[in-house]
Antibody, heavy 113, light 107 residues
């Protein structure tokens, strides 16, 4: 059974940093691209970033230069390093296996002073 | 960036009725379009990929059609769990984008 479990969310001040993690199981992690998608409270879905199986990365314009996606195939884990956080980055962040058939339950990031 | 516009914003229907949701792209996305349903407090669930292919385990009452810039999701007979928010997504090019959503509510 495919499982994706996010962690690392929490309260951070504007301008601060946070590192999200996603523990993957139930599939051969190194063979799959992975994505982060976020959803601000009461709002729609926003794609954030993708890392392919070969390590190629893509970012939404709204996070480019501030967020960095990475993966550790030895530990079956996905990460999102978020720097220079803004109010508008507050959201639930979902870890998603490419194909978008499997989603984690999300981790909440709150940006507030 | 490809902009996806979903309509209507809200659809008021009764259980058992047919629902038709629309998604229009600002430029052609070929058939690289997906549909999701999101129930309150849950992660989105993939319903349709590549415009018309049902995802694993998705019941036959869901069907997708369209290509290029105009797409439709049809729910033939609404079940209680189908009263939710629906999103379309293009996977044609980067950055991936989602539509703003259609809320299907009980009339």
């Amino acid at each position: 059974e495919v499982q994706l479990v996010e962690s690392g969310g929490g309260l951070v001040q504007p301008g601060g940093s946070l590192r999200l993690s996603c523990a993957a199981s139930g599939f051969t992690f190194r063979d799959w691209g992975m994505d982060w998608v976020r959803q601000a409270p009461g709002k729609g879905l926003e794609w954030v970033s993708h890392i392919a199986a070969d390590g190629t990365m893509y970012y939404a314009d709204s996070v480019k230069g501030r967020f960095s996606i990475s993966r550790d195939n030895a530990k079956n884990s996905l990460h999102l390093q978020m720097n220079s956080l803004r109010d508008e980055d507050a959201a639930v962040y979902f870890c998603v296996r490419s194909g978008f058939e499997y989603w984690g339950q999300g981790t909440l990031v709150t940006v507030s002073s | 960036e490809i902009v996806l516009t979903q309509s209507p914003a809200t659809l008021s229907l009764s259980p058992g009725e047919r629902g038709t949701l629309s998604c229009r792209a600002s430029q052609s996305v070929g058939s690289s379009l997906a549909w999701y349903r999101q129930n309150p407090g849950q992660a989105p669930r993939l319903l349709i990929h590549d415009a018309s292919n049902r995802a694993t385990g998705i019941p036959g009452r869901f069907s997708g059609s369209g290509s290029g810039t105009d797409f439709t999701l049809t729910i033939s007979s609404l079940e209680p769990e189908d009263f939710a928010v629906y999103y379309c997504q293009q996977r044609y090019n980067w950055p991936l984008t989602f539509g703003g959503g259609t809320k299907v509510e009980i009339k």
